[in-house]
């Protein structure tokens, strides 16, 4: 069973900074890629920062610059390095696997972690 287990949200002062990880677990085939989502009360879930095995890293036009992803391909985890917090960037983070399940199973699959509050405020 695949399983994404994050960590590292919690309460931060505007200007802070704050590190979100997130662990895959489980059997599966390869990793297409991983990112990270979030989701602001009232809105919907948005993409913050993807980055696939392939070596490409995209992000929302908001975080650039300020927000880092990484990854440690030999723990399968994902990181977010998030810094100059402000207080618009306070959500719930999600992380998101896509994933090749089996070797002879050509579609992807996507998992989802249950996420991580962030909040920004003084």
């Known amino acids: 069973q695949v399983q994404l287990m994050e960590s590292g949200g919690g309460l931060v002062q505007p200007g802070g900074s704050l590190r979100l990880s997130c662990a895959l677990s489980g059997t599966f085939f390869s990793i297409n890629a991983m990112g990270w989502y979030r989701q602001a009360p009232g809105k919907e879930r948005e993409l913050v920062a993807i980055s696939t095995s392939a070596g490409t890293t995209t992000y929302a036009d908001s975080v650039k610059g300020r927000f880092t992803i990484s990854r440690d391909n030999a723990k399968n985890t994902v990181y977010l390095e998030m810094n100059s917090l402000k207080p618009e960037d306070t959500a719930v983070y999600y992380c998101?696997?896509?994933?090749?399940?089996?070797?002879?199973?050509?579609?992807?699959?996507?998992?989802w972690g249950k996420g991580t509050l962030v909040t920004v405020s003084s």
């Open positions: 998101n696997a896509n994933i090749r399940p089996k070797e002879w199973i050509v579609a992807s699959m996507s998992y």
